[in-house]
C-alpha cells in the first residue's frame, strides 16, 4: 500500500521536479576592458580613462558551466577580445590639434589570454555576469607623464626653414642630421651641443659626400647640407629667448638661408652651435621634415618660462659685388664643359635683433651680426680641366 501511495505522488506534475533544486537561468556575460591614457593639453597633465566591452552569448557561457570547461563556441570571441586589446606601444610626441600643442602616448596593451581564460571558466562556475580581462602594460620609455614630470608641458618655439632645390646628398644629410636631434632631452644648465649631437660626420654615421664650402670654392666631404638643420635649431633655440653661447655664420650669404644672416653653420670641432638650458627645468626638441615640399622644423618644449622673444627683419649694409667665378673638379662633367653648382653672391653685412620680454616686464636686446664676403659663382668642371689650375682647386 506504501509503494502504490509513493508511486502516486511521484506521478504527479511537478513532483519529480521539486525533488531537485532548479539551474540558474542562462545569461549573457559581459567582458570589460579598462584602462587609461595620459596627455598634456594646453599645459595641463590630463588622464582619460579607456573602456572597452565584449558580450559572450549566454547559450555559450550555459555550455561551459554544464561541461566544466570552456565551449570551443567561446573561442572565435575570445579572439576577438584578443585582437582588440592589442595596442602598439608609442613614445609620447606633442602634435597640434585645433591651434594647441597636445602630447600623446600609448602603453602597449596585450592580452593576458591564459590568465582571463582561467578567471572566465571561474565566474562562470559562480554564475557571475561580468568580468575584468587580464592585460599587460608595457609604459613607453618616453612617456606623457615623464615629460610632465620633467616639466616639458609648453611649446616655447617653432622655427621653419626651406631646402627646395636641394640635390639628392643635400636632403639625405638633412635627414640623417634632423633625426640626431628628434626627441633630444637638454637637462636644466645643460649646454646643447651641435656637433656633439650629431658625432661623427661620415659614412659610417649615416652621412654622404656633399659639398661644403671650402678654400674659396666648394669641395665634397661627407655631410654636405648639415648647416640647414644647426640653421634651422639655431632659430627656434634663439626664437625661445635661451642664450646663445656659440654661433658662426657663412663665409658667404647662402640663399638656403634667407633671411640674410639667420643661419648658423657649423664644421667640428672648429665651428659649433651652443646654448645653455636656464630655465630651470628640462627642455625637448622635436623635428620633423617633408622630402616632398623640401621643408625642415624644429619644435622646443620645456616649462613655461613667461619669455617672448621678437626678431628684427636683417638690417645689410656694405653691399659689395660678388666675385669672380671659381671651379672645382666635377667627374660628372665632359672635359671642356662646365657645370654650375653655386650663384655668385654679393658682400654684405647683415644685422638682426632679438627682444626679449621677461615675465618680470625686463626688456633684453642681443643681436647676431654676419658678415659676409663676396662669392663668385662656382663651376663644376672635369678633373683634368686646365681651370682647376688658375684657382688652385684640388683634383
Not at 635627414?175 to 656637433?195: C, M, R
Request: hydrophobic letters at 35%; proline letters at 6%; one cysteine or more.
Amino acid at each position: 500500500m506504501k509503494r502504490l501511495l509513493l508511486s502516486a505522488l511521484l506521478a504527479l506534475p511537478g513532483a519529480a521536479q521539486a525533488a531537485q533544486p532548479a539551474s540558474a537561468p542562462a545569461q549573457n556575460l559581459q567582458l570589460t576592458f579598462s584602462g587609461e591614457l595620459k596627455t598634456i593639453d594646453g599645459g595641463q597633465l590630463v588622464t582619460s580613462p579607456v573602456t572597452r566591452n565584449w558580450t559572450l552569448p549566454a547559450k555559450w557561457v550555459a555550455r561551459s558551466r554544464e561541461y566544466g570547461k570552456l565551449s570551443t563556441y567561446l573561442t572565435p570571441y575570445l579572439d576577438r577580445v584578443e585582437k582588440e586589446t592589442f595596442v602598439r606601444g608609442r613614445p609620447a610626441r606633442f602634435e597640434q590639434v585645433g591651434g594647441k600643442w597636445v602630447a600623446t602616448d600609448q602603453p602597449e596593451w596585450k592580452l593576458d589570454r591564459k590568465a582571463t581564460e582561467a578567471k572566465l571558466l571561474e565566474a562562470i562556475r559562480n554564475g557571475e555576469t561580468t568580468l575584468a580581462v587580464v592585460y599587460s602594460e608595457k609604459v613607453p620609455q618616453r612617456s606623457v607623464a615623464l615629460l610632465a614630470e620633467r616639466g616639458v608641458t609648453r611649446n616655447l618655439a617653432s622655427a621653419r626653414s626651406s631646402f627646395t632645390g636641394s640635390p639628392d646628398f643635400r636632403v639625405k644629410n638633412i635627414v640623417v642630421g634632423s633625426a640626431k636631434l628628434d626627441y633630444q632631452w637638454v637637462a636644466p644648465g645643460e649646454d646643447f651641443d651641435f656637433n656633439k649631437s650629431m658625432g661623427e660626420i661620415n659614412a659610417a654615421n649615416g652621412f654622404v659626400p656633399g659639398y661644403i664650402i671650402a678654400g674659396g670654392t666648394l669641395a665634397l666631404e661627407d655631410g654636405g647640407g648639415i648647416c640647414q638643420v644647426s640653421t634651422t635649431i639655431f632659430r627656434a633655440l634663439w626664437e625661445a629667448g635661451l642664450p646663445i653661447t656659440e654661433r658662426h655664420q657663412h663665409s658667404h650669404r647662402v640663399s638656403y638661408y634667407d633671411p640674410i644672416g639667420y643661419e648658423a653653420t657649423v664644421y667640428a670641432p672648429h665651428k659649433n652651435l651652443r646654448m645653455k638650458n636656464d630655465t630651470g627645468a628640462y627642455l625637448f626638441i622635436q623635428a620633423s621634415w617633408n622630402t616632398a615640399t623640401q621643408k625642415l622644423r624644429f619644435d622646443v618644449f620645456g616649462t613655461d618660462t613667461g619669455r617672448r622673444a621678437k626678431i628684427s627683419a636683417p638690417v645689410v649694409t656694405d653691399v659689395k659685388p660678388a666675385a669672380a667665378p671659381s671651379f672645382t673638379p666635377d667627374k660628372q662633367v665632359a672635359l671642356g664643359q662646365q657645370r654650375l653648382l653655386d650663384q655668385p653672391m654679393e658682400g654684405m653685412t647683415s644685422v638682426i635683433t632679438r627682444t626679449v620680454t621677461l615675465r618680470d616686464g625686463t626688456v633684453k636686446q642681443d643681436s647676431i651680426k654676419s658678415v659676409y664676403r663676396p662669392w663668385g659663382a662656382v663651376y663644376g668642371v672635369h678633373p683634368n680641366d686646365p681651370r682647376l689650375k688658375q684657382t688652385g682647386a684640388k683634383r
